[in-house]
C-alpha cells in the first residue's frame, strides 16, 4: 500500500492533514510492537522507536524533521516487527487493535495520495460504488439498541456499549448523494465546488477526468454537507437513525463508496470507560463528529454497522460524502 512512496514522496509538503510517508510507515511498525510485544516485556528492536513514532508525544509538524531511518531500514522494522508478532503471538486484542490500526493508516495513506496528486495504489479499487436506487426508505420509530454489544469479537471504546435510544419515524435516502445532484446545488446558489473540482472536471489521484455523474460525491465538508441538506429541504441523520437504517434491507451503499456524516457529534456512549490505548477516543470527544459506513479504500474487516469514524467537521480531504433524511 506504500512501499512505492519512496525517493521525492517519502516526505511531501508539511500539511496538517497527511504524514509523511516515511514517518507513517514506520508509525505502524511502532504500534504494532509497541501494542503487541513490549506489553510482553520484549524491548524495542529500534532504541529510541518512541521519540520518533508515538503520535501521542511526537508533535505531528516535527515528523518532517525527525532524523528518521532510511526508507529501507523503515520497510524493514516494520517487517521484523510483524515477523516477531506472527511468531511469538500476544494478547488477542492488542492483535486486533493493530490489525485494524493497520488497515485504518492503509486507507490514510490513499487520502496522502489523493491530497498530494499521487498515482492510485496499483491493483486496489479506487472507485466509488455507483446506486441506482432511488427514493427514501421508511424506518419504524421506537426504542433501539445503539452501539456494540458485550459479545462483539472486538469493539473500540468509543462504540462500548448497547445502550437504548429511543427513536421517531424517519425516511432516509436508499443512497448517497451524487456529484450529478450535487452540481445542480452548486449551480443553483453559487456555493464553492468540492476540493478536486475545476471547471466541470474532477482530480482523481494524479488524473483530471470528467466528472462521473453518477458516482457520490466526494470530498465535502460535514458544513457543505448541511448547505446542500437546506438548499433540498433535507437533513444529514443521526448516528443512531443511519446505524437503524443500516439493519434494513432496502439502504444501498452501507460501504464502498463514502464515508458517510451524520449530524451527531462525536461524544461517548453512557458509562464510557476508555480502552488501554487511551488516545483513540477520549481526547477527540467534542469537537468532531460521526461519520459512518466506509469508502471504497477502507479496507475489509475495519468497519461495520456500528463503527464510528470521526473528523472536525470543516475536513474534506477523506473520501467522504453523505445521504439525506426528510426534513
Not at 183 to 201: C, H, M, N, S
Amino acid at each position: 500500500m506504500a512501499d512505492d512512496l519512496r525517493g521525492e514522496r517519502e516526505f511531501g509538503p508539511v500539511l496538517a492533514i497527511v504524514n509523511p510517508p516515511r514517518w507513517e510507515i514506520g508509525h505502524i511498525g511502532w504500534f504494532q510492537e509497541f501494542w503487541c510485544l513490549r506489553q510482553k516485556g520484549a524491548a524495542s528492536i529500534l532504541p529510541n522507536a518512541d521519540e520518533l513514532y508515538n503520535s501521542a508525544t511526537v508533535p505531528h509538524d516535527s515528523r518532517w524533521q525527525l532524523p528518521l531511518p532510511t526508507f529501507e531500514d523503515t520497510i524493514a522494522y516494520r517487517d521484523r516487527v510483524l515477523e516477531r508478532v506472527v511468531a511469538g503471538g500476544g494478547d488477542p486484542y492488542f492483535i486486533q487493535l493493530s490489525i485494524k490500526h493497520e488497515r485504518m493508516h492503509a486507507e490514510a495513506f490513499h487520502y496522502t495520495r489523493q491530497t498530494l496528486g499521487y498515482p492510485a495504489p496499483k491493483e486496489i479499487n479506487s472507485i466509488p460504488q455507483v446506486s441506482s436506487a432511488t427514493g427514501d426508505l421508511d424506518v419504524a420509530g421506537g426504542p433501539f439498541r445503539l452501539g456494540s454489544t458485550r459479545d462483539a469479537a472486538f469493539a473500540f471504546d468509543n462504540e462500548k456499549w448497547t445502550h437504548v435510544v429511543l427513536l421517531a419515524p424517519f425516511r432516509i435516502a436508499r443512497r448517497l448523494v451524487t456529484n450529478r445532484e450535487y452540481l445542480a446545488f452548486i449551480e443553483a446558489t453559487g456555493q464553492t465546488p468540492p476540493v478536486y473540482w475545476k471547471d466541470r472536471k474532477m482530480r482523481r489521484f494524479d488524473r483530471w477526468i470528467e466528472i462521473p455523474l453518477d458516482e457520490p460525491v466526494l470530498h465535502v465538508s460535514a458544513r457543505e454537507a448541511e448547505a446542500y441538506c437546506r438548499w433540498a429541504g433535507r437533513r444529514l441523520p443521526t448516528e443512531a437513525e443511519w446505524e437503524r437504517a443500516a439493519q434494513e434491507a432496502g439502504m444501498e451503499q452501507l460501504f464502498g463508496s463514502a464515508w458517510q456524516w451524520t449530524s451527531s457529534p462525536f461524544l461517548p456512549y453512557p458509562g464510557f470507560v476508555r480502552d488501554p490505548y487511551a488516545e483513540y477516543s477520549e481526547p477527540w470527544f467534542g469537537t468532531h463528529r460521526v461519520l459512518r459506513g466506509g469508502s471504497f479504500a477502507t479496507p475489509p474487516h475495519v468497519t461495520h454497522a456500528k463503527f464510528r469514524n470521526f473528523f472536525t467537521p470543516d475536513r474534506a480531504d477523506m473520501f467522504c460524502g453523505f445521504r439525506t433524511c426528510a426534513a
